[in-house]
């Protein structure tokens, strides 16, 4: 029979991961550092796709659920220049084919089909060795262990799983985001609301771009992109809210108002968000009883995929545990015979997109992206 599951990681993977094992009755354990569900804000809006995110929520029996979740309109987007000039709008056209939720929606869902006790909570790994037979020691924080013959890391792009398979560490790609908030926006910031619409909004030049989504209750949540070394960001004091503001807002001078605005007049401190990558094409060679996903496994730059990567991850991983109940070493090889060539090109893939809404040409570049694809649709 499997052995109890061993889980670093309790965001959506990891959460997705251990539902289809409950689901098909294997034993298993989550540990995250956390000290709660509620410890942070569990982010934005994610747009589920079907061919991957919504598979594995199929998997794990909560598709209907999902579907309860759904912010109706998110799918809408728009793409504008530097002056706000609209160069591409599409409004959510009702398929589903990438219907958008909140992270932190999701997050609860899947927390609430496992059974109580399913996540142990404040389990900071600070390490983890091999015992041999493919049996491992995970040690955390506050000096505790715990022995298992199957670990799964689905802690992260700084993974404390990952060093018992690969040397693998993630590389700044030489940008990052700086995150904001408005509220109860249609009232009391209308011109942005305006200018963002019902969904996303891309508003993109070479090296930049200041985009947003709307969120449930009047809620617009802005990440401001910057294509600077990370000294650049380190001269910022971003626990002064204001300063970090106006900082960030010089690089958009020569915007059009409305779109500084989603700078400017933001309500929350600004939080920067580094972007860093693992090699395209990360794999490793098989180590028994050990595996990753998600962002351990395959970190890439932003495109609308790591989420729904790390839950297909999670569902591919806890099927393939499930066909081979007497084969442990089977199922993950499986598992990882597949997830490389997948990672691989979705890694390519986001490279590719993310290149694209901020090269020489853009947003031009970007609105021909999406063009092209919706002509090959």
């Avoid at 970090?244 to 401190?269: I, K, M, Q, S, Y």
Wanted: one cysteine or more; proline letters at 6%.
């Amino acid at each position: 029979m499997t052995p109890h599951v061993t889980i670093v990681g309790a965001g959506l993977g990891g959460l997705t991961l251990a539902r289809v094992l409950h689901v098909h009755g294997i034993p298993v354990t989550v540990h995250e550092a956390e000290p709660s569900p509620a410890a942070r804000s569990q982010g934005g809006m994610l747009d589920i796709h079907d061919h991957n995110g919504q598979l594995a929520l199929k998997a794990a029996g909560l598709f209907d659920g999902f579907l309860g979740l759904v912010h109706r309109g998110g799918e809408a987007s728009r793409v504008l220049d530097r002056h706000g000039t609209v160069l591409l709008d599409e409004p959510d056209d009702g398929t589903g084919r990438r219907p958008e939720v909140h992270r932190g929606d999701l997050r609860r869902l899947l927390l609430d089909s496992l059974p109580a006790g399913t996540v142990a909570w404040g389990r900071k790994v600070t390490a983890a060795r091999p015992l041999g037979d493919g049996r491992h020691e995970v040690t955390f924080a506050d000096g505790s262990t715990v022995r298992t013959g199957l670990l799964v890391g689905a802690d992260g792009a700084w993974s404390r799983i990952r060093p018992l398979l690969s040397d693998a560490r993630p590389a700044y790609i030489g940008r990052s985001f700086v995150e904001t908030y408005l509220f109860d926006a249609d009232t009391r910031h209308p011109v942005c609301a305006g200018t963002v619409g019902g969904g996303s909004l891309s508003a993109l030049a070479p090296g930049r771009g200041i985009l947003a989504h709307r969120e449930p209750g009047g809620v617009l949540h802005t990440y401001v992109a910057l294509d600077k070394p990370l000294e650049w960001f380190e001269a910022i004091d971003f626990d002064d809210a204001e300063a970090a503001r106006a900082r960030v807002a010089a690089e958009f001078d020569d915007w059009a108002p409305a779109l500084r605005a989603l700078v400017t007049d933001g309500e929350t401190t600004p939080v920067l968000r580094t972007v860093h990558s693992l090699p395209a094409g990360h794999r490793w060679d098989r180590v028994p009883g050990v595996t990753l996903l998600g962002d351990a496994a395959h970190l890439m730059a932003p495109s609308g995929e790591g989420a729904n990567l790390a839950m297909y991850d999670g569902a591919e991983l806890g099927e393939a545990l499930a066909a081979h109940p007497d084969d442990i070493e089977g199922a993950l090889t499986a598992y990882e015979k597949a997830l490389f060539p997948r990672s691989a090109a979705a890694a390519d893939e986001a490279t590719r997109v993310h290149h694209l809404c901020f090269d020489a040409d853009a947003p031009h570049s970007l609105v021909r992206f999406f063009t092209d694809h919706e002509r090959a649709a």
